[in-house]
């Protein structure tokens, strides 16, 4: 059995379920494994719920969970199939990741539309979410929901492509080299983005060179397409560098002085929310022999850092023909979530949140913002950052020296990789600790800075504040 075979029979069930205890009636369970879970112990428990075939690994590939033997009067077959094989209601097959994959990839060639490829260290999901909310003004779009950037989510995202659809964002997060290249060879992007490229994720990458190289994959794959389109921000030397030769190009800049080949932009304010101008490039008005004309634009995001994506999601939707005035609308409405640069006014303090991940260049560039707000006495609340591999305790070394020119009143470290950091500043082991102390002498009247990697879970802290 091929892919287009096993594609055709995902046309005529088409719902693909990873969890065994979400069945619809009459769709397919695909048994992914995991470090603490292995899906293939569960497909007979799917076909029984509902499914009509369950898509397993072989014997072989997992030898506690290959599903023989049902009980009596069960779905499924005795005896193992050939790779690819159908027996009695599993498929089985050698890798259901890889299979995962494959199927999404087929699913995404059955439509022939934009699909704009994303990744970056920082912002690319608040780039995705402002791109998709600008290109929603005029189209019905699929972009990836919450972080589903990885190589289940991609193609979790890419099932849901229907005929709907005008143009899909895909979001793609990487932690190891070739993540990047893998999750460009399922979804196939006609366009690509790359936010920036930061000191995160290490451990895995095992230097920052490699994570140049797999953030550049991107442009690898696109590269290799042809006839692609890539958005670059002008002002990222690393990214100039590693840009393709046969790729059309849309460049942005958040240099106003780069009007004459670039869309630009120049912060206007940001007191604390990002006000911002931009304007299309001279070459573009000058082709349709209109005037350059600034446009301004008051947003509900926070921090100056921001203003690079905005100008990405400005860049792609010029390019798709979106109208300034759209645009516009479109990024003054939008309003970030899950504790990415919010600011949430309480009965106590004022607080930016800001803890969902942290790396050395995103924490570095939320205190420079933080210094730069009006506002006081200041205090943060900074957790440590994750997979930083051997680098961790030097860059966690540069970030409290960098605090030092923050002009803080109080600042809190939380996390076991700051304990062995000679600093002036109160340590924690953990957010337990911070919440007992807060619970002791509670916090007023202070403008609070909360950020941190996700695993330190400082998101529990803005209630008790």
């Not at 920082?122 to 990836?144: C, D, H, M, P, R």
């Not at 042809?226 to 030769?245: K, T, Y």
């Not at 009007?259 to 006000?275: I, M, Q, R, S, Y």
């Not at 409290?400 to 600042?411: R, T, Y």
């Amino acid at each position: 059995m091929t892919i287009k075979q096993l594609y055709k029979l995902y046309q005529e069930h088409p719902c693909i379920t990873t969890d065994s205890r979400n069945c619809p009636e009459g769709s397919i369970f695909l048994a992914l494994k995991g470090e603490k879970f292995d899906g293939n112990q569960f497909a007979q428990k799917a076909l029984e719920q509902g499914c009509s075939y369950a898509i397993v690994e072989a014997p072989s590939n997992s030898p506690e969970g290959a599903p023989l033997n049902p009980p009596e009067g069960g779905k499924g077959g005795s005896f193992l199939s050939p790779f690819g094989g159908v027996g009695g209601g599993f498929i089985y097959v050698e890798d259901t990741l890889q299979t995962f994959k494959d199927l999404a990839r087929e699913h995404r060639r059955q439509f022939d539309i934009p699909v704009i490829g994303i990744t970056g260290t920082n912002g690319k999901t608040t780039t995705k979410e402002l791109i998709a909310a600008v290109l929603s003004q005029k189209y019905n779009v699929l972009f990836t929901q919450g972080n589903f950037n990885n190589d289940v989510g991609v193609p979790k995202t890419l099932f849901r492509l229907t005929k709907e659809h005008d143009i899909a964002v895909i979001e793609m997060g990487a932690s190891h080299p070739g993540d990047i290249r893998t999750l460009a060879e399922t979804a196939e992007p006609t366009c690509g983005l790359i936010t920036n490229v930061g000191r995160a994720h290490l451990q895995g990458f095992g230097s920052f060179k490699n994570v140049v190289k797999t953030k550049g994959e991107l442009y690898d794959f696109l590269g290799r397409r042809g006839e692609s389109l890539v958005f670059i921000n002008v002002d990222n030397e690393r990214l100039m560098d590693i840009l393709p030769d046969n790729v059309w190009v849309a460049p942005y800049s958040s240099n106003a002085e780069n009007a004459e080949g670039c869309t630009c932009g120049e912060v206007v304010a940001c007191d604390p929310f990002l006000k911002f101008r931009w304007r299309e490039s001279d070459t573009n008005l000058e082709e349709r022999g209109e005037q350059p004309q600034w446009y301004e634009v008051q947003t509900q995001l926070i921090g100056s850092y921001n203003l690079d994506n905005m100008m990405a999601a400005i860049a792609v939707g010029l390019n798709f023909g979106v109208e300034p005035a759209q645009i516009n609308e479109a990024l003054a409405a939008y309003k970030p979530t899950n504790n990415r640069s919010q600011l949430t006014v309480t009965a106590k303090n004022r607080l930016v949140v800001d803890a969902y991940n942290a790396n050395p260049s995103s924490m570095r560039a939320a205190l420079e913002n933080f210094r730069l707000m009006e506002g006081g006495p200041k205090m943060a609340i900074l957790g440590m950052m994750g997979e930083l591999g051997k680098s961790s305790q030097k860059e966690h070394q540069k970030i409290v020296d960098f605090i030092g020119q923050c002009d803080l009143d109080e600042v809190w470290l939380v996390g076991s990789e700051f304990q062995a950091i000679e600093s002036p500043y109160r340590k924690f082991a953990d957010v337990d600790e911070v919440k007992a102390a807060l619970a002791a002498a509670p916090v007023e009247g202070r403008l609070i800075l909360i950020k941190g990697s996700n695993s330190t879970k400082l998101f529990q802290l803005p209630e008790l504040l």
